[in-house]
């Protein structure tokens, strides 16, 4: 079950891609998530790629397309994967079928204001890395995680000034990528403006459904 997860920041892609890990027993791979712990952890690739996080803009494809390839190598990738943020360009989307076989492409869709309310709401575990809502999905105690007792924080990228510009700069990448999945008759669009509750289900039904699990 090779998979490709495409839709805005803020949409919940990370909530339905830990949800099928979990079924399936296959790693989420969000290459957000490699680049957030390379800076945190200082390394030379972090240093690297901080200014492009920070100003909410791709880092150049080379560098992203070499962390994915070593990434699929990994053993844990033999029985599939969940590629989330990437590919976000036609050139990163062209090698990555050079790499591996892509089996579907599920396209998460709702209106803008649903994104902007989820993303400004939006809280992870500094330890873990679980993901809160303020509202939709509030922890138990404000401020603490759930499952591991970390502290929630919330990614400076996910400050009203740098959602606006990470809209943008998916909205200009976002229609090549759709089409030339589309094109290659891989693409699913998934309606994802309610409830995790509501569309982690429906996540579901299309795998089991494409997969004849
Ligand atoms: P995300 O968590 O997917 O929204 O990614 C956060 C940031 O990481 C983006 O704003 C980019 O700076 C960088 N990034 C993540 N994935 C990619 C990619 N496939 N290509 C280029 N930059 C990426």
Known sequence: MRLVFIGPPGIGKGTYAAAVSQRYGIPHISTGDILRDEVKRGTELGRRVKEYLDRGVLVPDELIIEIVRERLSQEDCRRGFILDGFPRTIRQAEELDGITKIDLVLNFVAPEEVIIDRISGRRICRVCGAIYHVKYMPPRVPGV???CGGE???RDDDKPEVIRR???VFKAQFE???SYYRG???LVEID???QAEV???RVIAVLERVFNR
Do not use: F, N, T, W
């Open 145 to 147: 995680c759930d499952k």
């Open 192 to 194: 994802a403006s309610e």
């Open 166 to 168: 990470r809209l943008e």
């Open 176 to 178: 090549p990528i759709v």
């Open 152 to 154: 929630l924080y919330q």
């Open 199 to 201: 569309v982690i289900p």
């Open 184 to 186: 290659r008759g891989l």
